[in-house]
């Protein structure tokens, strides 16, 4: 389709990950120019999701096009964009089911076990049936989950972007102790009904909530030692150490004691507001996310451009910024600000070293078998020199995947290589043999996200230019916003970051004295499903003065 | 709902609100002036039935009107069975009509007697009531405040009358208490359901109540369940020796709870520990003088007893 952009912008960002996405909704917010422009047909780069079709056709991007060399003015360099060191690394997806009913043996599957089916009733899963659902799975390459009073939620709320996007509670969290899965008890009323705990250790559990939360000031001598050695001091038992150590706080061994305080309180803080657990989960998977703020970017001007023809980036021979050839246009901004995985190789001084592990199964039902179907979050404590993983179970009612279908997300810090760093949870938690307790792994897709989150990303590049990181390690997505809060006040210091933008039902009509917008409630939309979300909203309304009509003292009796 | 605060109204919406109400005030007297003089034996004006509704639904606690309304149900009862026809689908339409009024009315104050009253009511003269979905408006009421009492009544009095499941409702009690035992109504509706009926349900309460009061020692409502539950007569002596012992570990973590030393009291107190029942119950009630010296009087009453 030929059609012509602008060719002056404010800003112009290129990529449409979390932080560029972050950043494009605040510049349009107060009044800048911007065009946020993207290669790729989707939003969400490195932080996408993906149906199950179009997961299987990720591919690399090496096309390096021609710019055409008329739009350049004398004295002006120009520098190839894309470069190759963020990218997916060893991307992988397989099927462990028979391609279709009538035929069990195909070279694409990984042959399991399958006895012919005499007691079940039902047709066994096949590639076929799934791939007819395929546009039912929404598959995140960067899943993650929002405390409920953490800085990201602040920030939807604030800035008003909630209404753009939906949530459900994630409704327990799991860890693995002694050879098996077991609930964290959370809340008081999960310490409560725990039945594998015992009293005692209720009350110490109680006991370090409290102290935790009303900030007692014992652990300052507690500065160099670690969180595991405060609580054995406070004498917590092994099993509430392993709780509070690795699933609460989500720490190691290693962690330093205020870290570990800071973790815990994190996590405490947000319970109640939204649910039983602290955490929340966009519906339809996490690539929501940033499609929720390039919603708000257009919304306040900003111009929009996927599938666009990039090439590369002019520099006047002071090496600053001038202009970005996109197919035969010239378009010129005063600031760049580009995913790290779009910059011209040039670009990048420092390649990443560390990488993000990641698998995601379909798998045919919960880890954790119950009557209803729950949004989980597994934390798996470090073992046997492999790093911590969390993992992330997804129902149908997520919006990520068909009816009695399950996704699983595994995230851990990569230390040799996804298959391996991930092959204890896989033994522990799956069966890939006609197992009755166990889910069974139907179809898996491994791959490392290259980390740019530690790396100098503002060496040796232009003055007006700047690199976004990708997906980071952190469970929210706090880290990101600081970075792109951090990014936007240098680009434009001394303005305001996403005030909130006004809705229909905040004006008020003169004489009507009723109505307050409660700026802390999360308009959960209403599903099908009512338990979880209508929990939430009660919850979230008893939180705060309820408007009530008044009714009346004012009558005579 | 408890603890919230109410809204200061400036000088200006002061003076908005008295007109308003005084507007409100005309509105009432006329509506009771019509429909009190449109009040008959035998039949009833539709349009003051209307308007009774409509200032029913502003203020529920207009119990003249509730009874007005019962009036007019009466007597159209009494036409029900005085027409030939077999049918009495008019009359179920018009106890649903006024079943659907008090729940309009609820909605907007769940706590009206008023409203609450008037349904039981219906109900009982309704031909065909609907029970189960009594007890789904009881659940979400409750869920919505579970210290509202009128509907832990409303609930008691549907049990009464239909003899629900014992199971059931042991186990809406064990779910109330799992989602916030902090919750005296719900400890109290499981001591009226009279489950200790054996010791394996005995055992079960001791069981339940102590994650309790080990979980959340500040919280009365749980203790004095414990209370009740210790006064049954088929408490073991281990029983009580491990819970004892269970409150002596707790009382190391929790020195300043005196509702522990005086669950141990009740404890001694049942007898069948009386080896050094009263040294120990003089050591406790020491003990909790010091804790709580404004009871001192009570304390020293309570050892004296024994």
Known sequence: MEYELPTEFDIIIIGTGVIESIISAAASRIGKRVLHIDSNNYYGGLWASFNLDAIHKLSANTEVLEPPTDLLNPDETTFALGNDFFSLKNFKTDWHIPKAET?????????????????????????????????????????????????????????????????RSVSRVLTWLNGQLETVPCSRSDVFANNKVTVIEKRML?????????????????????????????????????????????STDETLCLQGIQNTKRFLDSLGRF?????????????????????????????????????????????????????KQRISAEFLVMGAEKAP????????????????????????????????????????????????????????????????????????????????????????????????????CFFSIPDSNALDLKTGVPGNVVLCPG???DLDYDDAVKKAKAIFSDLYPDTEFLPRAPDPEDIIIEGDTEDRNDEDEVVLKPEENTDKVAESETEAKSDNDQEVPKSENEHEE | MHGRIKVRTTEEQNLQKHKEQQ????????????????????SYNKDSLALSAQLLTINPDIYTLWNYRKEVVLIEIKKSYQDEVADDQKLIHFFEEELRLTEQCLLSNPKSYGSWHHRYWILNHHTKPNWQREFDLCNKYVSLDDRNFHCWDFRRLIVNKIGISLADEIAFSTERININFSNYSSWHYRSTLQILNDENSVANDLILVQNAVFTDPIDTSAWFYLRWVLSHPGITKIQKEDLLNALEQLQELEPECKWIIMAKCWLVKQGNLEKDAICRLKRYYTELIKLDPLREGHYKDCFKVF
């Open chain 1, 103 to 167: 035929q069990p043996e195909n070279e694409n599957v990984e042959e399991k076990n399958e006895p012919e089916s005499e007691e079940k009733p039902e047709k066994p899963m096949t590639q076929e049936s799934l791939i007819k659902d395929g546009r039912k799975f929404n598959i995140d390459l960067a899943p993650k989950l929002q405390f409920a009073r953490g800085e990201f939620v602040e920030l939807l709320i604030s800035s008003n972007i909630a209404r753009y996007s939906e949530y």
């Open chain 1, 206 to 250: 109680m006991k370090l909530f409290m102290a935790l939360d009303s900030g007692d000031q014992e652990y300052l001598n507690y500065d160099n030692k670690t969180f595991r050695a405060f609580l054995t001091d406070k004498k917590l038992t092994p099993s509430l150490i392993h709780y509070v150590l690795y699933a609460i706080s989500m």
């Open chain 2, 23 to 42: 507007k409100k005030l005309t509105a009432y007297r006329m509506g009771m002036k019509q429909i009190l003089a449109t009040r008959d034996a035998d």
């Open chain 1, 345 to 444: 190789p040039e670009f990048i001084k420092s390649p990443p070293r560390s990488f993000i592990a990641r698998a995601v199964f379909i798998t045919d039902r919960s880890i954790m078998s119950s009557e209803k179907e729950h949004l989980t979050l597994l934390l798996y404590p470090p073992e046997g020199g492999k790093n911590s993983c969390v993992i992330i179970e997804l129902g149908t009612l997520t919006g990520t995947c068909p009816k009695d279908l399950y996704l699983v997300h595994l995230i851990s810090q990569q230390v040799a290589s996804p298959e391996d760093d991930f092959k204890h949870c896989v033994e522990n938690l799956f069966s890939k043999f006609e197992d009755d307790k166990k889910p069974k792994i139907l179809w898996s």
């Open chain 1, 275 to 327: 649910g039983k657990t602290p955490f929340l989960f966009s519906m339809y998977g996490s690539g929501e996310i940033t499609q929720a703020f390039c919603r708000l970017s257009a919304v306040f001007g900003g111009i929009y451009a996927l599938s666009q023809p990039l090439s590369s980036l002019i520099f006047d021979n002071e090496n600053n910024f001038k202009g970005l050839i996109c197919g």
């Open chain 1, 471 to 473: 997906p980071d390690l």
